[in-house]
């Protein structure tokens, strides 16, 4: 999964440069003077999903069928699975989805985003796996969460360029895409502070023993918890 991560992640940025580079003409001759970063954030009105970068956002679609499927046989090996791992891969593959069918705006650096951070977790676990020594934080969580934060300033600026540029290409989407990327980030919240709070309940409780069985546990649902 690190090695698709990472694919996707070069893929869709040198792809992303080269558009960039090509078409930065048409930019600065239009009444807008659209910049590169705005156009990372803003399709124009009318942008179809054609070419180099919608390439690779469609095999950014097909690898939430690859993620998917690794749920699926997770939950075959261990018989369980959380609400909030169901919830998550059936919404990605959503959003992906109507990234491709609306041309979505923001699409180009969520891709990036996402594909950097998924590469990173899966190579850390791939460290920790074979004996080296892993981070004294809940790092797969803690990078989420940053993923999740450079989510919401970015929907911030699609908004925002929404209302000066006069529209921003596949924004119905968008909005939809802002409420599940909201309800993911509640989850994790609140995932956090249950974990905090729990914490601190043991240690108020003077039970060493109990403690370490709680860092313990969370320790090995933080390892095994699926991004």
Request: hydrophobic letters at 50%; one cysteine or more; aromatic letters at 16%.
């Amino acid at each position: 999964m690190a090695l698709i991560s990472a694919t996707i992640f070069a893929g869709i940025l040198l792809s992303t440069a080269a558009e960039i580079r090509d078409t930065r003409w048409l930019w600065r001759r239009s009444r807008s003077r659209t910049t590169p970063f705005q156009w990372l954030l803003c399709f124009p009105l009318g942008t179809r999903p054609s070419g180099r970068v919608f390439f690779w956002s469609y095999v950014y679609y097909l690898s939430r069928f690859l993620h998917a499927l690794r749920t699926f046989v997770t939950v075959l090996r261990y018989r369980k699975l959380s609400v909030f791992k169901l919830f998550n891969h059936s919404i990605l593959i959503l959003m992906s989805f109507l990234w491709l069918e609306f041309s979505q705006s923001f699409q180009v650096l969520a891709i990036i985003l996402t594909t950097l951070v998924y590469s990173i977790v899966y190579g850390y676990r791939f460290w920790t796996a074979i004996g080296l020594p892993s981070a004294c934080f809940p790092f797969v969580v803690s990078c989420q969460l940053v993923l999740l934060g450079c989510n919401l300033v970015c929907h911030v600026g699609v908004l925002l360029l929404h209302y000066i540029k006069g529209g921003c290409n596949g924004i119905g989407a968008w909005g939809f895409n802002s409420v599940l990327n909201g309800a993911i980030l509640f989850f994790f919240l609140n995932f956090y502070v249950r974990m905090y709070l729990e914490k601190r309940t043991a240690g108020a409780g003077g039970a060493a023993g109990d403690d370490r069985r709680f860092v313990a546990e969370k320790s090995e649902l933080l390892k095994d918890k699926d991004i």
